[in-house]
């Protein structure tokens, strides 16, 4: 059995992998969905300090004090930049790193870099310019009414800084031997087709594909678990 760790995106919580994470431990899998500093039910601890680094430190700590190895680490979207400095901190400690509809990025990039001209950039949120409003989950395609309240209920604004600051990383990140791409690619082309394009043909990289939007975990939950298992080493 496996241990996942289960990282959202942006302006919501651990809340959206609850089905994910149910279907995981009844197959006997260690599962862990924290929700970032400031997002979510801790938003109360939002201030203007909160940025993408914070965001790393959340889950590198997780793995600590936890004493977590052989870690299949899951960023979502935003969660691609945290998941991405986590594993270059903690390389020894992760097993798979996969990245479901994510950003990937490289050494001193940041989110703000890795959107595609033509692809609407979040607003900051009116009289508060280190604030960033949740974009409307249509922005990714088509959602069903289920989606769109969840999203509705669920999300908020999220640190501008979170987007803004460089991830900085060494390069460790890179001996984690099994890494996977998940693209949803309804519909196609999208914010992360630039991702999967580049990622499909390099051999280091396993590449999937998911018939659904951007919110996968609500959309495809059981397809999206399946597929998370085969991202267990051995599997």
Same mark, same amino acid.
């Given at each position: 059995?496996?241990?996942?760790?289960?990282?959202?995106?942006?302006?919501?919580?651990?809340?959206?992998?609850?089905?994910?994470?149910?279907?995981?431990?009844?197959?006997?899998?260690?599962?862990?969905?924290?929700?970032?500093?400031?997002?979510?039910?801790?938003?109360?601890?939002?201030?203007?300090?909160?940025?993408?680094?914070?965001?790393?430190?959340?889950?590198?700590?997780?793995?600590?004090?936890?004493?977590?190895?052989?870690?299949?680490?899951?960023?979502?979207?935003?969660?691609?930049?945290?998941?991405?400095?986590?594993?270059?901190?903690?390389?020894?400690?992760?097993?798979?790193?996969?990245?479901?509809?994510?950003?990937?990025?490289?050494?001193?990039?940041?989110?703000?870099?890795?959107?595609?001209?033509?692809?609407?950039?979040? %607003?900051?949120?009116?009289?508060?310019?280190? #604030? *960033? /409003?949740? +974009?409307?989950?249509? $922005?990714? !395609?088509?959602?069903?009414?289920?989606?769109?309240?969840?999203?509705?209920?669920?999300?908020?604004?999220?640190?501008?800084?979170?987007?803004?600051?460089?991830?900085?990383?060494?390069?460790?990140?890179?001996?984690?031997?099994?890494?996977?791409?998940?693209?949803?690619?309804?519909?196609?082309?999208?914010?992360?087709?630039?991702?999967?394009?580049?990622?499909?043909?390099?051999?280091?990289?396993?590449?999937?594909?998911?018939?659904?939007?951007?919110? %996968?975990?609500?959309?495809?939950?059981?397809? #999206? *678990? /399946?597929? +998370?298992?085969?991202? $267990?080493? !051995?599997?």
């Amino acid at each position: 059995m496996a241990t996942f760790v289960l990282v959202h995106g942006a302006w919501g919580g651990g809340l959206i992998w609850r089905d994910i994470a149910r279907a995981l431990r009844r197959s006997g899998h260690e599962v862990y969905a924290p929700t970032l500093t400031g997002l979510g039910e801790r938003r109360h601890l939002m201030t203007r300090d909160v940025n993408l680094s914070t965001h790393v430190r959340d889950v590198s700590s997780l793995l600590e004090y936890e004493d977590l190895r052989d870690v299949v680490l899951v960023g979502h979207s935003y969660g691609g930049m945290v998941v991405t400095g986590a594993a270059d901190a903690m390389p020894e400690r992760i097993a798979s790193l996969v990245y479901l509809d994510a950003f990937v990025p490289r050494d001193g990039q940041a989110l703000f870099d890795l959107i595609p001209s033509g692809v609407p950039r979040p %607003a900051t949120v009116a009289g508060s310019d280190w #604030l *960033t /409003a949740p +974009l409307p989950p249509e $922005v990714f !395609g088509a959602v069903n009414a289920a989606i769109r309240d969840f999203t509705e209920r669920k999300s908020g604004p999220q640190p501008t800084a979170c987007f803004s600051e460089p991830l900085r990383i060494a390069g460790a990140v890179d001996r984690v031997r099994h890494r996977t791409y998940i693209y949803c690619n309804d519909p196609h082309p999208t914010t992360f087709t630039h991702f999967y394009d580049a990622l499909r043909t390099r051999p280091e990289w396993t590449v999937r594909t998911l018939a659904c939007g951007h919110i %996968a975990q609500l959309d495809r939950p059981e397809e #999206l *678990t /399946a597929l +998370l298992v085969r991202a $267990v080493p !051995g599997t």
